[in-house]
T-cell receptor, first 113, second 112 residues
């Protein structure tokens, strides 16, 4: 079955380290999104991509980067992890062909100490 | 004003009750609307899409009121298993594609 996966599911890292969170989907969806979810803020968009080689900044993109080298993957990199980036990170995808529903991965719980 | 607003709740209802949540949005150009269900520490899962005036799926009914810019979710005959947080999402077009903006969610607790 087609699906969307994230790895790792849990990560503890130290302030200042570079961290990469993986997102992989097998639906052949054009659109992929990264969100973070914190109490009181709901889901906030970090970066998104509408296709290979396309990336765009969301509302909370500072300190994060993405690259899209193929359809299936959109890794999220924290250049220099900060305690404020402790959060739950969700990746999502949508077909982008007249259908705007997004389907979410299981999430990565990141703790920056 | 937030782009998408929801009453955070919690809504505590007895099993078998009917409960309704509203979600207001500020962008009148929005065209597509969704309800997601999120269980504690899990990913949001699509519950219903609302592309026109509304739709129904079993015990769940979603309605759209474009004039007043809100969508609603009605749950009939509530079950204990309906306890979760319900997120509304509103689609709007930007640049070369479409994005969703999510509300912060409404928490539902169904009790015996």
């Amino acid at each position: 079955d087609a699906e969307i996966t994230q790895s790792p599911r849990h990560k503890i890292t130290e302030t200042g380290r570079q961290v990469t969170l993986a997102c992989h989907q097998t639906w052949n969806h054009n659109n992929m999104f990264w969100y973070r979810q914190d109490l009181g803020h709901g889901l906030r968009l970090i970066h998104y991509s509408y296709g290979v080689q396309d990336t765009n900044k969301g509302e909370v993109s500072d300190g994060y980067s993405v690259s899209r080298s193929n359809t299936e993957d959109l890794p999220l990199t924290l250049e220099s992890a900060a305690s404020s980036q402790t959060s739950v990170y969700f990746c999502a995808s949508s077909s982008g062909q007249g259908s705007y529903e997004q389907y979410f991965g299981p999430g990565t719980r990141l703790t920056v100490t | 004003r937030k782009e998408v607003e929801q009453d955070p709740g919690p809504f505590n209802v007895p099993e078998g009750a009917t409960v309704a949540f509203n979600c207001t949005y500020s962008n009148s150009a929005s065209q597509s609307f969704f309800w997601y269900r999120q269980d504690c520490r899990k990913e949001p899962k699509l519950l219903m899409s609302v592309y026109s005036s509304g739709n129904e799926d079993g015990r769940f009914t979603a309605q759209l009121n474009r004039a007043s810019q809100y969508i609603s979710l009605l749950i009939r005959d509530s079950k204990l298993s309906d306890s979760a947080t319900y997120l509304c999402a509103v689609n709007f077009r930007t640049g070369g594609g479409n994005k969703l903006t999510f509300g912060t969610g409404t928490q539902l607790k169904v009790e015996l």
